[in-house]
């Protein structure tokens, strides 16, 4: 008897690691890929900041050799015009530099609020870096009271960068602006729409309508119901699936740009040339069991 409860108990254990493979093994090796894919996307997201501080650090030091130059200028009241020149030009990159670094040190700490890295040697070395830019845009204003005081032609550079900085930026807004109207026309004109139902369906929604029972049925020409149509961007859908066994194209598109194929038994529009597909219409109705 003890004999036969040991085969027993040795069996259940085999039993059960068995099942733990099977079963258990699959779900822990599951939870540890995706615990290997978030580490791998949290460093990617570290690099990004670490490189990010890096440039910063690259261009507060260039920020400053910019500096040691024009502290070296000479100290005669009378300055050539290719002098004032080269003074206008440095001054200028270094107000585009000091804007490109705030600007990039604003993204970061944004980007660090919202993120799900707490890490307080990150937000250390931002704070640092932001102090640093503090003190050089202090000294290059500094600086900037220095050289008119040298050359009184200087003065008028003053107001000429600081003409020309606000140039930049209005017209880094126009060209938002034009990109972002550009971008709401290009979608715009390749937006399209589609809807699949069955007869009874589009009917109650009046997107095919027929007078009596042997009247030709009429799409989309009355007051249909615009809302029960899917939006997309003609340019990037590819395929679009029915649910159903059965499925026929009642709008107007070249035969030549799509097929119809069969997914488990239900039917899925292929479009193999958007382009020529929604040259003729940009409504889409499939009617479907």
Known sequence: ???????????????????????????????NDSLMRAKQQMQVEIDEYFSAMNQIEQNIEKIKETQGILQTSPESA????????????????????????????????????????????????????????????SQVEILKAELIAKDSLIADLGTTVSSLGKDVENLKSDNETKQSRLNEQEETIHTAWYVFGTRKELKEQKIITSEGIFSPKQIL?????????????????????????????????????????????NFVLLITDTNVFWSVSKYLVIEVD
Request: aromatic fraction near 8%; proline fraction near 1%; include cysteine.
């Open 221 to 265: 020409q009355s007051d249909f119901n615009k809302n029960y149509f899917v939006r997309i961007d003609a340019r990037k859908t590819k395929s679009i699936p029915l649910y159903s066994t059965r499925a026929k194209i009642l709008t107007s598109h070249p035969k030549s740009s799509y097929t119809l194929e069969k997914e488990n038994d």
């Open 78 to 137: 009378e300055l050539t015009d290719d002098s004032r020149a080269k003074i206008n030009d440095d001054l200028l990159y270094l107000n585009e530099m000091l804007q490109t670094n705030k600007d990039e040190l604003s993204r970061l700490k944004s980007k660090l609020k919202k993120s799900s890295i707490k890490s307080e040697e990150l937000e250390r070395s931002i704070a640092r870096l932001t102090k640093a830019l503090e003190e050089q845009t």
């Open 1 to 31: 008897m003890k004999a036969l409860f040991s085969v027993l108990f040795v069996s259940l254990i085999a039993f059960s690691s068995c099942n733990f493979k099977s079963s258990d093994y699959k779900a822990l090796q599951e939870q």
